[in-house]
């Protein structure tokens, strides 16, 4: 292929970048990739580190994408980039000389959100996002009797899961009235709370933490509701933030992550696409035309594979680069359910069950949007249906005719 870049820096050695970079290979890109990674760790799965890493069922060395070793690239672990100079082109690195590039892609993803009134500095108080935080929280569970989470969402979710699998108490607090609120709505987070219940998890839901106290086994908190609960580790899934504290100054826009158009380059602050730059995974922001023009974030494993390859489709193609427009897709495993997510499903202003029931926890629900051309399916959720899911896939995005004569076929 014919190109005029001779460099390529990608920012963040994770999912997305080690995407990105067999892309670039795959493509038959010839000049240097450099990439940077804070972490000392090669590239590696985040995924069962709040799954099978915990209950045993999965070892750190499973975790490790072996792909890296194969390609030809310089993998500069360790190293955090501090700032980048849009005019010279350049990277400014925690150590050595600063970093030239011809073409940038910025994979630099997003970290566990604190809470600012916990105890952060506690050896009884955790976050998750790296391999060293499940380590950290692995060797807490062998002590721990009793574990408290904070944040009832995915994340919470699974390690209430696999702490039951290990014997532990465990007790979760959301301020939403059911768990996984925003992304799977109530009806469907009030399934998944019963089967929770149903698995011993205690479950305090509508109410925050209002105070918390260091005890000498671990912690004790106070709800809104003055409830106390005490726990010997608690573990605190509240959400992430985008890594762009680098990019301060740089002239693009990182409001909630890094700011792209519908191919992925990057925008400045006055919304002028930056030629040569692009961004990829769990901290990009763009508009997928698909569903709308609205730029979101998506932190989905699939999503960071598909969108380190797009950026780098982009970079190469440079004016004549195509727009991004997946179908996102999402999996959960909790009590041994199997949770999926297609689409947007929080567009959705109508819910139906499409296959299987609710109260046999196992079904595929529709989440539909009226548009020009009648009710559109903007998303699918199934409990336990992985078969319909695949079926129902190719529905997304298409008039409720269209999936209705799927449903009599
Ligand atoms: C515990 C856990 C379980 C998950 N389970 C699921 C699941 O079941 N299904 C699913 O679809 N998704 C899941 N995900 C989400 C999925 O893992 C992410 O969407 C994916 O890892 C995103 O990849 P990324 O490359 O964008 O970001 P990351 O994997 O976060 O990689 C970004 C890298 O950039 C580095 N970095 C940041 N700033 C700098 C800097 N200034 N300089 C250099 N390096 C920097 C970071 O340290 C990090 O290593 C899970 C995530 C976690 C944490």
């Given at each position: 292929m014919n190109s005029p870049m001779e460099r390529v820096v990608i920012i963040g050695a994770g999912l997305a970048a080690l995407s990105a970079a067999e892309r670039l290979r795959k493509m038959e890109f010839r000049g240097e990739i450099a990439v940077v990674g804070e972490e000392t760790h090669p590239p590696y799965n985040r995924t069962p580190l709040s799954k099978g890493l915990l209950t045993g069922h999965t070892s750190a060395r499973d975790l490790s994408f072996r792909s890296y070793t194969h390609l030809?690239?310089?993998?500069?672990?360790?190293?955090?980039?501090?700032?980048?100079?849009?005019?010279?082109?350049?990277?400014?690195?925690?150590?050595?000389?600063?970093?030239?590039?011809?073409?940038?892609?910025?994979?630099?993803?997003?970290?566990?959100?604190?809470?600012?009134?916990?105890?952060?500095?506690?050896?009884?108080?955790?976050?998750?996002?790296?391999?060293d935080d499940a380590r950290a929280i692995d060797a807490m569970m062998t002590k721990a009797r009793r574990i408290a989470v904070v944040g009832g969402g995915f994340l919470g979710c699974e390690i209430a899961s696999t702490a039951r699998e290990r014997g532990i108490a465990v007790t979760v607090v959301d301020r939403s009235a059911t768990l996984l609120h925003r992304a799977l709505g109530a009806p469907i987070g009030a399934v998944i709370g019963d089967v929770h219940r149903s698995h011993g998890v205690r479950l305090h839901l509508g109410v925050g933490v209002s105070g918390w106290t260091e005890t000498p086994r671990g912690a004790r908190l106070t709800l809104d509701d003055q409830e106390t609960i005490n726990a010997d580790l608690v573990v605190i899934g509240v959400g992430t933030d985008p890594n762009t504290e680098w990019l301060h100054g740089s002239g693009l826009d990182i409001e909630d992550g890094v700011r792209c158009d519908a191919t992925g380059h990057v925008l400045d602050t006055d919304g002028i696409r930056v030629e040569g730059v692009v961004a990829a995974g769990d901290v990009a922001r763009w508009p997928n035309h698909r569903f709308d023009t609205i730029p979101r974030r998506v932190e989905h494993w699939i999503n960071a594979v598909e969108m380190g390859q797009a950026a780098a489709n982009s970079l190469l193609a440079g004016a004549a680069a195509s727009q991004f427009t997946p179908i996102p897709r999402f999996w959960s495993h909790q009590h041994g359910m199997r949770i999926q997510a297609s689409g947007i499903p929080a567009l959705g202003t109508g819910m139906k069950i499409l296959e299987g029931s609710v109260r046999d926890k196992r079904f595929v629900a529709g989440f539909t949007r009226d548009g020009d051309e009648g009710s559109i399916l903007v998303g699918l959720i199934t409990i336990d249906m992985p078969r319909a899911m695949m079926r129902w896939r190719t529905s997304v995005g298409h008039s409720t005719i269209a999936h209705e004569s799927h449903l009599m076929a």
């Open positions: 030809d690239v310089d993998w500069r672990f360790g190293h955090q980039a501090l700032g980048l100079d849009l005019a010279r082109r350049t990277i400014h690195l925690s150590s050595g000389p600063d970093l030239a590039f011809d073409g940038l892609i910025i994979a630099t993803g997003v970290r566990a959100r604190h809470l600012p009134e916990a105890p952060m500095d506690s050896p009884h108080v955790s976050t998750l996002r790296t391999i």
